[in-house]
Structures are given as C-alpha cells and as structure tokens.
C-alpha cells in the first residue's frame, strides 16, 4: 500500500460542496475490463481491487458503477445507523416477491414480527430432534470406503432439514429429484456469469433461476393447502412453521396481508433460498477445514469423543471446540460474501459521493479477511475464538449474518444444524481430502459454495 488512504471512516452526511465519486481502482485495469475480470474470478478481482481502499467503484455492464464497502464501519452505517438511507434492490423484489428478504418498511416490520418467534433458541429446539434425524438418514446413507460429492451431499441435507422442520414435509432421501433441482435453481440469479449483465439479457442462469422459481412456488402452494385443509386448533401448539403460519391466519391472530396466500408462498421460496445453500456451505467448508488442518481435527475428535452417546442439540453448550470451527468456518468462508443493497439517496462516504440508486455492496469476505480486525486472517484457526476476541474486535467485523434490524433471522437454525451435522456426522466418519488444493475450489453465486465435485472419502472412525 503506497499511503494509507484507507479508512479514515466517518465523513459527513451533509458536504457543503457535491463530494468526488471514489476513484475507480488503480489495481484492476480499465474499467471496462471490469466485467470481464468479475466474471472470471469474483473473489480474486475484489481482493485486488479493494487492496488499497475500502470503498472503491467498479464498472460492471448491467448494474453500472458497483460501490464496494470493505470496512466495519462501513456495514455499521449501512446496516444500522443510517439504514434507511440504505434500501434492498430491485433485484431483491423482482426475485422474491412480496417474501421477508426483499420487502422494505412497514410490510417488512409487520412480517419479521410475525416471523421472529419462531426462530428464537427456544422454538428450535423444538426443530432439533427433526433436524438430527435428518443429519443421521444421510450419513447412514454413506458408505465407508465410497467417496462422496460434499456439495451435493450438505445442500440435499440442508433441504432435507428446512422441508422436515419448517414445512413438516419430508423429502425423499434419493428421491424429490424436481424439488431439488428447483431450489438449486434460485441461486442463479445471482451468478457471476450472469449478475453484471443488463436485465433484459436473457442469460441462461436467469432462465434457470425462472423456472426453479415457479416450480417451488406451485411446491409451496400445494404444502400450504395441504395444512389449510387441517390448521391447528392452537396455533402455538404447531409443530412446524407453516401449520403456525396458517394456523395464525385461520384464528385472526395477525394482520391479514402479512399472511395472504401470496405472502406465504413468498415466504417459502424465500426460506428455501435464504436458509439453503448458505448453511450447507458452512457445513461443507467446515469439512473441508477439517480435512486440511489435522491439529484441529484431533481436537475436534477429542471432543466428540467425550459424549455419552449420540449427539443432541443438549450437548452443543458442552461442544465449544465445534462450536468455534462452525464460526471459523463461517468468518474464513463467509457463505454470503456480499450484502448487497442501494443508495435511495446522494450519501457521502469518507468525502466521496455514492449516488442515489447506485448499488452498494457490503464485501463481506474482505473484512473477514483484513489483517487489521485478524490475525493471519487467511489460516483456519478456531482458537482465535478462546479467547476475547469476541469483545475487541469492532462491530460489525464479523458479519456472517448481516447486521442490524435485518440481521438473519435464521442464524441461530442454521448454527445449531451445523453443529448437530459437525458432531452427528463426526462422531462415526472422518470425510478425508485426497491431494487437498492449498484452498478449496469456489463458485460465486449469492453464496460462495465449494464447487461441486469435490470428492471426500468417507473413513469409518
Ligand atoms: C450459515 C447460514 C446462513 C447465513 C450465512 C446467512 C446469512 C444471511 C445474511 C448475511 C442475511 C442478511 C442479508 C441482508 O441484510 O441483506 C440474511 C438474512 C436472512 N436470512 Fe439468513 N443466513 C443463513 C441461514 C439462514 C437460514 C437457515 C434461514 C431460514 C431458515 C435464513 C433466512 C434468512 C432470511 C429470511 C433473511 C432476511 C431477513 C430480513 O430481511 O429480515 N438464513 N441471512
């Protein structure tokens, strides 16, 4: 870095005179390679171009100029203090409709409020024994000696567990081929390949992403007539989430739009999309991480080791070792790697100018990766988390989850399912790396995922 020309975060809301858009990066050739360079590699190219700013513009072809944040106090900002200068965009809406992670405002007050109960700590626990068993049918599905795909195996089980515990419907283990290839589907619409390019393209990905949406919307419907044909008398005495959300509606206990059929049918596709691959990712490069770090995969058997007998959502609080791989994992290997949103107003970010309608990407995996909040940011060690890191690390330096009011909803399921997959699938089965690449090999949607392909052996212990 020639000057330190990076943070100084703060800036005033209100500049006397128009404020200079950031420069485009000096690292990454013209802009109008930027498209280019995106889409060929989305985590090296915004490493190299954020390598002396924090928040620097991009050209890319279909959504113009990109403003990329990379500090905490950026996302800070963004996320909380000055939220609504900050709004989801249109893309959002146009993917997912009138569901939770899209809408603005009141309508997505009145949804989170109906939505919250249901994923707090204590409601999942009710969720638990569904999702262990789940983790159990496909691990003894495996043969010792086979390899297997881990992408593949971790997204299915992550679709199995959202189906048996939230829609109380189980998917069939080999089988609900159509289902699984259309949730597969909704991660299109963000592909590398596909995102930088004009909305009128009409880009394959963007066709897949169309189909697999309408086939989970019919999905949906028909889980939802299903239940409406039988809604719990007590809605609090439901044991899966659609019951409960049909079951409100049929007792007039919340507002009537919030849980039209249109709104919970969104809701569904939202929940497949938002709580699908993300967390099969983090269980997929947890593995990974164990594969290729054998100190913390001895402890890590020591520690499943000590149970009593098979793993239960009573033990994670005895398991810190998983506990902290499972957080390693997400900050190493952040599912959501960008937090996009829009400026819905002239903002004015450390003396630059971001325009009003001018998307804004919060860069995730950069801060994740800034050798200011980590040490040796770029090596997997769960340990860093013994200790207070916790407490002095500045907010919003690890961000998973998001921040702020739209904070994930479905952090505490998905960290409790990827513990119960680390210590269910770990007490029986080492997953072995043969010939492990220095780091696993990404694709770039709206998840980095582990490309598919990667093949485990699964060691009987
Ligand atoms: C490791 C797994 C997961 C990760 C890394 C993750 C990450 C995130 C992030 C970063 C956001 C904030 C997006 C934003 O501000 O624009 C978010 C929001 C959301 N997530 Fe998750 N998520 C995970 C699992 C889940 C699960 C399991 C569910 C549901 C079962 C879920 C449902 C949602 C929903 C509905 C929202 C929108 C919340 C709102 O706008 O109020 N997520 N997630």
Known sequence: MSEDTRTG?????????????PPYPSTVGHPLLHTVGSMRDVFGFRTRAMAERDLVRIKLLGPGDVYHLGHPDYFERVLLNDRDRFCKSEDFRIAFEGGLVAVEGETWQRQRDV??????????????DGMAAQIRRRRDHWEPGTRIDLTAETSQLSLDVLFATLFGHELELGGDEA?????????????PTSYPLPQW??????WRFKRGKRRLQRVATRLLEAKADDPPADPAAADDLLSLLVGLRESGAAEGEALSDDRLRDQVVTMIFAGHDTTSTAIAFAFYALATTPDVRDRFHTEVDTLSGPPTVDDLESLPVTRRIV?????????????????ATDVT?????VPEGAPVWLTVDQVHHDERFYDAPDEFRPERWDGDLRERLPDFAYAPFGGGPRRCIGRQFALMEAQLALAIIGREY??????????????????????????????ER
């Open 430 to 459: 080492d997953l072995v790396l043969d010939d492990p690449p220095a780091e696993p090999p990404m694709i770039a949607g709206m998840t980095a995922r582990m490309a598919p392909d990667t093949e485990f052996r699964v060691v």
């Open 9 to 21: 975060v703060g800036g005033s809301h209100e500049p006397a005179a128009t404020p200079p858009l």
């Open 349 to 353: 970010i450390d003396g630059s100018r």
């Open 201 to 206: 393209v009409p880009t394959p990905a963007r």
């Open 179 to 191: 289902i699984r290839t259309a949730a597969d589907r909704l991660q299109h619409w963000f592909a």
């Open 327 to 343: 957080t390693e994992a997400l900050r190493k290997y952040p599912p959501v790697y960008t937090i996009p949103r829009e400026a």
């Open 115 to 128: 939505l919250q109960p249901l994923f707090t700590r204590d409601s999942l626990v009710d969720y638990a």
